[in-house]
């Protein structure tokens, strides 16, 4: 599923070809709601970014169209004229300007709103601070996390929860945590408040090198995996077998180290994992997809 730090990548894949250009042309097709793309033909784009898991495109008109994708969704440009990468039947957004086709595929949610209504649209106005944000509200996240709703939630869990805070998915949760040292199986209500500004500065030190933004982690490139997709692998650090099993709303594999990330005393036991081989892509990456806009 693409993460903050992938959704900023595409905003500026996007926003090159299409920011000052008048729109010539725009389509949209099913599956799902189609939005009445002929209102923002003749507009010119106003801005182009990513909040959270979100693409935005502004048009001077007051309209934005809002894009999220989910587990397959991808944003592609093209010349015009270009033979296409990927088939026109899996296109759910078109858009054309003088130089550049700008294609969405497969996103479940392209949708057309009114930039002034932004601020209450609940997909985007629910959004916890972005760990991209250079003014990301460490605080602010910390408060959030600490909902009673997440009390009793693990933090393997309730790290992707984009209402505490916006950005992560599965990969960049198994890295917070490794580099926090932290336990997944760790409730929010064990964790201490420092406990939870170390998770997100390291979240944010690990989206940002990713991005090649200046961080604190002090990274020139993409962030090596130390236990995303690496369950029953040793430890690049201190060569113990990573654990991993399935964990929380997702059902997808969590992989930790038990030397770097111990349980803590009076900590809830992980479940028993019956693990004693590295596990394949498609065991740790997913069994069950989630569903519904967030
Ligand atoms: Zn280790």
Same mark, same amino acid.
């Given at each position: 599923?693409?993460?903050? !730090?992938?959704? $900023?990548?595409?905003?500026?894949?996007?926003?090159?070809?299409?920011?000052?250009?008048?729109?010539?042309?725009?389509?949209?097709?099913?599956?799902? &709601?189609?939005?009445? *793309?002929?209102?923002?033909?003749?507009?010119? *784009?106003?801005?182009?970014? +990513?909040?959270?898991?979100?693409?935005?495109?502004?048009?001077?008109?007051?309209?934005?169209?809002?894009?999220?994708?989910?587990?397959?969704?991808? %944003?592609?440009? $093209?010349?015009?004229?270009?033979? %296409?990468?990927? &088939?026109?039947?899996?296109?759910?957004?078109?858009?054309?300007? !003088?130089?550049?086709?700008?294609?969405?595929? +497969?996103?479940?949610?392209?949708?057309?709103?009114?930039?002034?209504?932004?601020?209450?649209?609940?997909?985007?106005?629910?959004?916890?601070? @972005?760990?991209?944000?250079?003014?990301? @509200?460490?605080?602010?996240?910390?408060?959030?996390?600490?909902?009673?709703?997440?009390?009793?939630?693990? #933090?393997?869990?309730?790290?992707? @929860?984009?209402?505490? *805070?916006?950005?992560?998915?599965?990969?960049?949760?198994?890295?917070?945590?490794?580099?926090?040292? #932290?336990?997944?199986?760790?409730?929010?209500?064990?964790?201490?408040?420092?406990?939870?500004?170390? #998770?997100?500065?390291?979240?944010?030190?690990?989206?940002?090198?990713?991005?090649?933004?200046?961080?604190?982690?002090?990274?020139?490139?993409?962030?090596?995996?130390?236990?995303?997709? /690496?369950?029953?692998?040793?430890?690049?650090?201190?060569?113990?077998?990573?654990?991993?099993?399935?964990?929380?709303?997702?059902?997808?594999?969590?992989? %930790?180290?038990?030397?770097?990330?111990? *349980?803590?005393?009076?900590?809830?036991?992980?479940?028993?994992?019956?693990?004693?081989?590295?596990? +394949?892509?498609?065991?740790?990456?997913?069994?069950?997809? /989630?569903?519904?806009?967030?």
């Amino acid at each position: 599923m693409p993460e903050g !730090d992938a959704l $900023y990548r595409f905003a500026e894949k996007v926003r090159r070809p299409l920011l000052g250009k008048v729109i010539l042309a725009a389509r949209s097709h099913g599956p799902g &709601p189609v939005p009445a *793309v002929e209102k923002i033909v003749g507009q010119a *784009v106003t801005e182009v970014r +990513s909040t959270g898991k979100n693409l935005l495109i502004s048009f001077d008109n007051g309209l934005a169209l809002r894009g999220h994708l989910r587990m397959y969704g991808t %944003w592609h440009v $093209y010349r015009p004229g270009d033979p %296409w990468t990927k &088939p026109e039947r899996e296109a759910r957004l078109v858009l054309e300007v !003088d130089d550049a086709v700008v294609v969405n595929f +497969s996103a479940p949610v392209i949708e057309l709103i009114e930039q002034r209504s932004l601020g209450y649209h609940v997909p985007i106005s629910n959004l916890g601070p @972005d760990l991209l944000d250079d003014a990301f @509200d460490l605080d602010e996240a910390v408060r959030r996390m600490r909902h009673p709703s997440r009390e009793l939630l693990t #933090i393997g869990d309730a790290v992707m @929860d984009q209402r505490a *805070v916006a950005g992560i998915g599965n990969i960049w949760k198994h890295e917070c945590l490794f580099h926090a040292r #932290i336990n997944p199986w760790r409730r929010v209500s064990e964790l201490t408040d420092d406990e939870l500004r170390l #998770i997100f500065g390291k979240a944010q030190a690990l989206l940002r090198a990713s991005v090649g933004k200046e961080n604190a982690l002090g990274l020139t490139r993409r962030p090596t995996m130390y236990a995303y997709m /690496r369950g029953g692998q040793p430890c690049r650090r201190c060569r113990t077998r990573l654990r991993a099993v399935p964990q929380g709303v997702d059902i997808r594999h969590t992989a %930790w180290c038990p030397k770097c990330q111990p *349980v803590v005393e009076g900590q809830l036991e992980p479940p028993r994992s019956r693990i004693s081989r590295p596990l +394949s892509v498609e065991q740790q990456e997913t069994t069950q997809r /989630r569903s519904g806009p967030h």
